[in-house]
């Protein structure tokens, strides 16, 4: 499947919980193993970025899609 969304994260489900409106999947993510973050120079240079940081990704959504 391509997708233009470029925060795709491959995983295989672990758990599916179905309530009456949501259901709740569990996903154990395998790859990749790098996820790219595309960022203003303004914040990379406020949080003074560099090689060998260690960092947290927090993908910000109003959606989550999950393709099969």
Known sequence: MKLSARN????????????????NIKIEI?????I????????AEKLGLAEGD?????????EFILGK
């Open 8 to 23: 795709q994260l491959n995983g295989k489900i672990t758990n599916v919980e179905l309530g009456a409106v949501m259901a």
């Open 30 to 34: 395998t790859e990749p193993n790098v």
């Open 36 to 43: 790219t973050a595309v960022i203003t120079k303004e914040s």
């Open 54 to 62: 260690d960092v947290t990704a927090i993908i910000k959504s109003t």
